[in-house]
């Protein structure tokens, strides 16, 4: 009987953890902005490396273009791959629990979207079909810029 409240208590107690473990994957570490906008709420150094991606795609569309537009699908694919699924591979998990699910969410669809561009540019699609990809992507990056920010938590 004594194990048995034990068991129950330790199997409430496992649950009590997922559930606060899903809570925080769910809504991330947030707080209200000034702006309107959420802000997710970071150590310095996970704030400078969510910037330095975001950095990392802006240049890549800005590769995206300048292939497009020079009709180079080499350098199409190298700047859509550098900014793929490989590079979103080695987040800390400590980190991407910090971040609101639909941010996450629209973040790794920006990554897919750029391995998709790559893909395209392999299979011979033509640039304006890459463009079209490329500017629905973009749709994603002010979506997420216009929701939320990031701020140095103490």
Same mark, same amino acid.
């Given at each position: 009987?004594?194990?048995? /409240?034990?068991?129950?208590? !330790?199997?409430?107690?496992? *649950?009590? #953890?997922?559930?606060?473990? !899903?809570?925080?994957?769910?809504?991330?570490?947030? #707080?209200?902005?000034?702006?309107?906008?959420?802000?997710? *709420?970071?150590?310095?150094?996970?704030?400078?490396?969510?910037?330095?991606? $975001?950095?990392?795609?802006?240049?890549?569309?800005?590769?995206?273009?300048? =292939? %497009?537009?020079?009709?180079? *699908?080499?350098?199409?694919?190298?700047?859509?791959?550098?900014? =793929? $699924?490989?590079?979103?591979?080695?987040?800390?998990?400590?980190? $991407?629990? /910090?971040?609101?699910?639909?941010? /996450?969410?629209? =973040?790794?669809?920006? &990554?897919?979207?750029?391995?998709?561009?790559?893909? %395209?540019?392999?299979?011979?699609?033509?640039?304006?079909?890459?463009?079209? *990809?490329?500017?629905?992507?973009?749709?994603?990056?002010?979506?997420? &810029?216009?929701?939320?920010?990031?701020?140095?938590?103490?």
């Amino acid at each position: 009987m004594k194990s048995n /409240k034990i068991a129950l208590i !330790a199997l409430l107690l496992w *649950v009590a #953890t997922i559930a606060v473990f !899903a809570w925080f994957f769910i809504r991330g570490s947030t #707080t209200a902005g000034a702006d309107g906008r959420t802000a997710v *709420v970071l150590q310095p150094v996970e704030r400078d490396l969510v910037l330095t991606e $975001m950095r990392g795609l802006l240049s890549s569309t800005q590769g995206i273009l300048e =292939g %497009a537009n020079r009709g180079d *699908v080499k350098r199409i694919i190298q700047a859509s791959r550098a900014a =793929g $699924m490989a590079a979103a591979a080695d987040v800390n998990p400590a980190l $991407m629990a /910090k971040l609101p699910l639909e941010f /996450k969410t629209l =973040g790794m669809s920006v &990554h897919r979207d750029m391995d998709e561009i790559a893909n %395209a540019a392999e299979g011979g699609t033509p640039a304006p079909e890459i463009l079209k *990809v490329l500017s629905n992507t973009l749709i994603k990056c002010v979506a997420c &810029h216009s929701a939320w920010q990031l701020k140095v938590g103490n």
